[in-house]
């Protein structure tokens, strides 16, 4: 038997559904000359990491059709590895970049993006939370996947809006969930006094802790950033 935790699955699509809608409404707002704005992601402007929320789209399409019979061998918490803060060299993200320039009109990206991306927002509300996929050669329940994703979406959400004020940010329920998951996947909280988003942007290495925020931090300052791939 599976010594993983019981996941919440209602929690977790209900959380996936409005994190996932609000990203896509806050890509279809954005200006033309908004997608040459750098994001978040170390090397990316916004058109480029748009192409990869298309990607991410695309991957979960294909998790959720790619059913498993063992055991999960992750959950929503262990569906992550920390790893080295990213340079902006790996060949991936050199292709994502590649592709992204290629679609030229920011009117392409937008289209593809709510046209993927509607699929796997319909596809998520379709799935049984309780069966089991595989991705990136692992074990997951549907609910568990979905939750680990709430994830990717909220701290995507924040690289967007990382030089563009205007643009709306990611909802309260997901930076809660986000944050809930980074201090379990670290092995420690931040400090209560830290809103949400301060705590992701500065736990994932977003952004560097002002001198008082590495004072409330402590000790744990030393092990920033939790970059998770």
Avoid: N
Wanted: with cysteine; net charge negative.
């Amino acid at each position: 038997m599976s010594s993983l935790p019981a996941p919440h699955y209602r929690a977790d699509v209900d959380l996936f559904s409005p994190s996932w809608a609000a990203l896509r409404r806050a890509v279809a707002g954005l200006a033309d000359h908004d997608f040459q704005q750098p994001s978040g992601c170390t090397g990316w402007l916004v058109r480029d990491l748009v192409c990869h929320l298309i990607i991410d789209a695309q991957d979960v399409l294909i998790t959720l059709v790619t059913p498993a019979d063992t055991e999960p061998t992750r959950d929503a918490v262990t569906y992550w590895d920390l790893v080295e803060a990213p340079t902006g060299e790996d060949p991936l993200d050199a292709l994502t970049v590649r592709l992204a320039a290629a679609y030229e009109d920011p009117e392409l990206l937008k289209f593809h993006l709510d046209d993927v991306g509607s699929a796997a927002g319909r596809a998520a509300q379709l799935a049984d939370p309780a069966a089991r996929v595989s991705t990136r050669g692992e074990v997951l329940t549907a609910g568990d996947y979905l939750s680990a994703y709430v994830v990717e979406w909220t701290l995507h959400h924040l690289d967007l809006v990382a030089h563009l004020p205007d643009v709306p940010g990611p909802p309260a329920g997901g930076l809660s969930h986000s944050r809930a998951t980074l201090e379990k996947i670290a092995g420690t909280a931040f400090p209560p006094t830290f809103r949400d988003e301060d705590a992701l942007l500065i736990g994932t290495g977003r952004r560097a802790p002002s001198s008082v925020e590495r004072d409330e931090i402590g000790e744990r300052a030393a092990s920033l950033p939790f970059v998770l791939g």
